[in-house]
C-alpha cells in the first residue's frame, strides 16, 4: 500500500509563495494520478489540483488556477504544489492523494496523507 507524506506547510504573508511536498513509498507511483486537498477548520474538505500519471495533464479549481501549479517527480516518487500570490484564504490543512481512476474525477481519489498546515497571514 502507498504511504503518502506532505511537508513544506508553514506562515506565509500574503503575496508570498510556499512550495509542498508529497512523497509516496512504493514503487507504483507512477500507476497513480495524484492530486491535493485542503480542508479548513469547520468546512469540508475541497480538490484544489490534479496530475495525470505521467505529468502531462493538470487540472485546478477555479479558486488556484492561474497562483498554484501541480508538478511530478516519478522518478523521486513526489508530488509538488506551488503556491504562489498567497492570500489568507488559502490557509487550510493541505492532503495530497492518489488516485486509481480518471485524475480529474474527484470521486476517485483516496488514499491520503497526513496533512501540512499552511498558514497566510494578511
Known amino acids: 500500500q502507498v504511504q503518502l507524506v506532505e511537508s513544506g506547510g508553514g506562515l506565509a504573508q500574503a503575496g508570498g509563495s510556499l512550495r509542498l511536498s508529497c512523497a509516496a513509498s512504493?514503487?507504483?507511483?507512477?500507476?497513480?494520478?495524484m492530486g491535493w486537498f485542503r480542508q479548513c477548520p469547520g468546512k469540508e474538505r475541497e480538490f484544489v489540483a490534479a496530475?495525470?500519471?505521467?505529468?502531462?495533464?493538470?487540472y485546478y479549481a477555479d479558486s488556484v488556477k492561474g497562483r498554484f501549479t501541480i508538478s511530478r517527480d516519478n522518478a523521486k516518487n513526489t508530488v509538488y504544489l506551488q503556491m504562489n500570490s498567497l492570500k489568507s484564504e488559502d490557509t487550510a490543512v493541505y492532503y495530497c492523494?492518489?488516485?486509481?481512476?480518471?485524475?480529474?474525477?474527484?470521486?476517485?481519489?483516496?488514499?491520503w496523507g497526513q496533512g501540512t498546515q499552511v498558514t497566510v497571514s494578511s
Open positions: 512504493g514503487r507504483t507511483f507512477s500507476r497513480y494520478a
Open positions: 496530475i495525470s500519471r505521467s505529468g502531462d495533464s493538470t
Open positions: 492523494a492518489l488516485n486509481r481512476g480518471v485524475y480529474y474525477r474527484v470521486a476517485d481519489f483516496g488514499s
